[in-house]
């Protein structure tokens, strides 16, 4: 079982910069694909970015491509979230997801919130303009 606890978020400038991280407890940190999804007040979570077990294969939503960037160690059982260029419509709760490694190709699901077994507390990102 992994739990999972976010760190970084902030207020910040338009167009500045916040790295979040997400460090994992368990022993297994290699088994899962990772997530990032974001919810801002009175919207739907939605999907972020995503990495895969040794992060080989990366993904991400049309509206942060290009400027944010997902990555992991594994020896550290931590996945980061860079975000640069931020905008005031990045404003949001962010939680990490893991995501157990049952086989087949996590292109297929990577987006979807109801692929992941385990949830961060979320860490809340405010961009002023």
């Known amino acids: 079982q992994e739990q999972l606890v976010e760190s970084g978020g902030g207020l910040v400038q338009a167009g500045g910069s916040l790295r979040l991280s997400c460090a994992a407890s368990?022993?297994?940190?290699?088994?899962?694909?990772m997530g990032w999804f974001r919810q801002a007040p009175g919207k739907e979570r939605e999907f972020v970015a995503a990495i895969t077990r040794y992060g080989r294969s990366t993904y991400y939503a049309d509206s942060v491509k290009g400027r944010f960037t997902i990555s992991r160690d594994n020896a550290k059982n931590t996945v980061y979230l860079q975000m640069n260029s931020l905008k005031p419509e990045d404003t949001a709760v962010y939680y990490c997801?893991?995501?157990?490694?049952?086989?087949?190709?996590?292109?297929?699901?990577?987006?979807?919130?109801?692929?992941?077994?385990?949830w961060g507390q979320g860490t809340q990102v405010t961009v002023s303009s």
């Open positions: 368990g022993r297994t940190f290699s088994s899962y694909n």
């Open positions: 997801a893991a995501a157990l490694f049952r086989g087949g190709p996590f292109s297929n699901s990577y987006s979807d919130s109801r692929s992941y077994n385990y």
